[in-house]
């Protein structure tokens, strides 16, 4: 007879016991991590039969102006070292010398050191509530505990990956039939395999479980449980469709994509906060009876105490302009330099996000001087914010036309064609329009029709609007430049999932 024993370990910890101990916790190191499904392995969103379903297939009436039931599915998450040395999909060695073309690798040495390990915790940091009232601002005596979880504050680069599927006019029953029966192909649709790789890491990521505290006559949730996750992700990223000639190109069946190809982002850092202690979190809700459901991030409260908090503004600064452009020119100044403003530097870092694409870090100081004493905004604005609060930023520090190692760029991939890219770039974008926008007219001598045989003779003139839209020049590759976005703010959003005609 064959036996098997399962050992398990329970660890119970006390949220008080572990608050009252500076620095209290569980620290996860991890040597030689991977994390990998298999590729077959998948998680899938099931579309219904949708209103005004077409009926036909092909090029006829019933096939128009019509709506065909969606099926999603990712495949084979996996979390390894990021190196050209590993397997596609299919497991077919990868041997392209790109470090974004291969989607699995080894072990990630390092991934959380014992000295800068992942932690999970309890504790009680002060906050503010939904009411706009302190809370934990005795130490001594906390009100809430939270649970915390860190990610290291530094760590080496590794690849998220993973493939998936959009299927269109499947029929199948998923709870009883495999993904071939009644599959989307056999039935008028389609199918649309991808790859998404991302070569970076979360470093300083923070993840939280709280009581909101949102109360009142009539609340829309109440005191229910609330999620707080600041996301802090670093590095590269690809996305793809192009397969080689043998991937197998079927419902279910891992595919091999070419090993270069397909959008890419390079240098991306983006920082964004969903949700505050106490006041603003995510919420989980379901949607009607049938398993749908919703993910919210909850409004900010309409109370003059929570503003000062959320907004950061600095003092006097009613709309919050000029807090922004001190942020912006001293992005990389500890708020401790800030003097009476210190605190509500550190809300406004707390609460505002940044997305950056790219390399490109313009040195913008708002400000006549570069290293702030006391206020920044003692110093007054100097002739530099001019273009800012004009309302456009000049940028002549962008990647080359066909640059593919920074930027946003679209490149061709191995064995296919080039494309046609417009003769047409952006040197200022202003939020007034295209006609305050400038654009610099490439002379590109080549065919309107892009039939090839081009020639770059330099830049054409410097204009206003779209510029010279009519010719394009035929590429493998073309870098959109790069791009900043700074000062996010997230006051409310909601994400639901449902049934056709149930939400």
Request: with cysteine; net charge negative.
């Amino acid at each position: 007879m064959n036996r098997t024993i399962t050992t398990a370990l329970l660890l119970a910890l006390d949220d008080s016991e572990m608050s009252s101990a500076h620095g209290a916790g569980i620290a996860v190191a991890l040597d030689n991590f991977a994390y990998l499904m298999a590729p077959t392995s998948y998680l899938e969103q099931v579309g219904t039969a949708p209103t005004n379903a077409c009926s036909g297939y092909g090029d006829i009436a019933s096939n128009r102006n019509c709506w065909r039931r969606g099926d999603l599915r990712w495949y084979g998450a996996s979390i390894t070292a990021a190196s050209e040395i590993g397997t596609h999909w299919t497991e077919s060695a990868c041997a392209s010398g790109d470090f974004m073309s291969c989607p699995r690798g080894g072990t990630i040495s390092q991934f959380s050191p014992f000295d800068n390990p992942y932690l999970m915790r309890a504790w009680s940091p002060a906050g503010m509530d939904y009411q706009g009232d302190p809370v934990n601002s005795n130490p001594a005596a906390p009100d809430k505990t939270i649970y915390e979880f860190l990610a290291p504050t530094s760590q080496p680069d590794y690849m998220l990956s993973f493939w998936g599927e959009i299927e269109a006019g499947a029929t199948r029953n998923s709870a009883t039939q495999t993904l071939s029966q009644g599959s989307g192909t056999a039935n008028g649709g389609g199918l649309l395999q991808s790859q998404t790789l991302i070569r970076g890491n979360a470093a300083g990521s923070v993840f939280r479980l709280f009581k909101f505290t949102e109360t009142g006559s009539t609340p829309r949730y109440g005191e229910t449980f609330g999620i707080m996750y600041t996301s802090h992700l670093q590095g590269d990223f690809r996305f793809s469709v192009a397969q080689t000639a043998s991937s197998p190109n079927a419902i279910g069946a891992p595919p091999q994509f070419q090993n270069i190809g397909g959008l890419y982002f390079r240098n991306v850092e983006a920082f964004i906060p969903l949700g505050q202690l106490y006041y603003q979190a995510l919420v989980l809700n379901a949607v009607g009876t049938d398993g749908g459901f919703s993910v919210e991030l909850t409004q900010v409260p309409d109370d003059p105490n929570v503003y000062p908090t959320y907004y950061g503004q600095s003092s006097g600064d009613d709309r919050g302009f000029l807090t922004a452009l001190q942020h912006l020119a001293y992005r990389n100044t500890p708020c401790s330099g800030w003097g009476a403003n210190s605190l509500n530097c550190t809300n406004y870092r707390a609460s505002h996000g940044h997305v950056r694409y790219g390399d490109w870090h313009p040195d913008l100081r708002i400000y006549s001087s570069t290293t702030p004493s006391g206020d920044p905004g003692d110093s007054g604005i100097a002739a530099g914010a001019r273009n800012l609060i004009n309302g456009y930023i000049d940028s002549d520090s962008n990647p080359a036309n066909g640059d593919d190692g920074d930027g946003i760029f679209f490149r061709a991939c191995d064995g296919c064609g080039p494309f046609n890219a417009y003769a047409q770039r952006t040197t200022r974008i202003d939020k007034r329009g295209e006609t305050s926008s400038m654009h610099i007219t490439q002379n590109y001598n080549c065919n309107s029709d892009g039939s090839g045989g081009c020639s770059i003779n330099g830049n054409g003139p410097t204009q206003n609007g779209p510029g010279n839209t009519g010719r394009v020049f035929p590429t493998a590759s073309v870098n959109l430049g790069d791009a900043r976005m700074e000062g996010l703010l997230i006051n409310r959003f909601e994400m639901i999932s449902c049934q056709a005609g149930v939400c």
